[in-house]
């Protein structure tokens, strides 16, 4: 079971419609991550927080807005999105940005569909 | 920089049969290895990590790894395969140094199916 929970599990929005993912982790891990999949592709990483602050931003779109309200909730808002947006979203959460051990935790996803 | 390449996009063997998951990683500094698995509809699955030490690392569902410096390989093997260990492996490598980290590099993805 993983420790990193996200919500919805299954989203389908319009291209008008305004949305947010949730994402909950209670381990006390203080880097939280934001990534995009696509079907039998490795992810790819949008936003990273450390410490409750937007550490990276790998150049997402801005119709993609993240949040992080407290050490342990992630956001992302999403506002306008285009059909080429539908992928899996994946949450996850390591000790620390820097950490030496380095492995993170996912959440089990929330599919997105864009109509 | 940090790369990592998982040369065989597809992996078939038969159940009770060893199963072996390549990767190769290239790195300016010293690695962090890990291998992550990916049941469909599903997350991704922490399974183990090379940090440093011992060569051989052993993870979790039987799975173990073993890091080659002179080759930069880090491949997944498991001595007798299951059919619930089709999925989709993902290789991935950080660098640590002076105090900072860069972020994971994951490789293409392999795609094992256990036949039974």
């Known amino acids: 079971d993983t420790e990193v929970t996200q919500t919805p599990k299954h989203l389908v929005m319009g291209m008008t419609n305004k949305k947010s993912l949730k994402c909950e982790q209670h381990?006390?891990?203080?880097?939280m991550y934001w990534y995009k999949q696509k079907a039998k592709k490795p992810p790819e990483l949008m936003f990273v927080y450390s410490y409750e602050k937007l550490s990276i931003n790998e150049s997402v779109p801005s119709r993609f807005s993240p949040e992080c309200p407290n050490s342990s909730l992630l956001n992302l808002h999403l506002h306008a999105l285009q059909p080429e947006d539908s992928a899996l979203y994946l949450c996850a959460s390591s000790q620390d940005i820097n950490s030496n051990t380095g492995e993170l935790f996912f959440g089990e996803g929330s599919r997105l569909t864009v109509l | 920089a940090q790369s990592v390449a998982q040369p065989e996009d597809q992996v078939n063997v038969a159940e009770g049969n060893p199963l072996t998951v390549k990767c190769t990683y290239s790195v300016s500094g010293n690695p962090y290895l890990f291998w992550y698995v990916q049941y469909p509809n599903r997350g991704l699955q922490f399974l183990l990590k090379?940090?440093?030490?011992?060569?051989l690392v052993k993870g979790s569902y039987g799975f173990e790894a073993e890091f080659n410096k002179s080759q930069t390989s880090f491949h997944l093997k498991k001595p007798s395969a299951l059919v619930s260990d089709s999925a989709l492996y993902f290789c991935?490598?950080?660098?640590?140094?002076?105090?900072?980290?860069?972020?994971?590099?994951f490789g293409s993805g392999t795609q094992l199916t256990v036949l039974p």
């Open positions: 381990m006390g891990h203080r880097a």
């Open positions: 090379y940090i440093t030490g011992d060569n």
């Open positions: 991935a490598v950080r660098v640590f140094s002076s105090g900072s980290a860069r972020q994971l590099t």
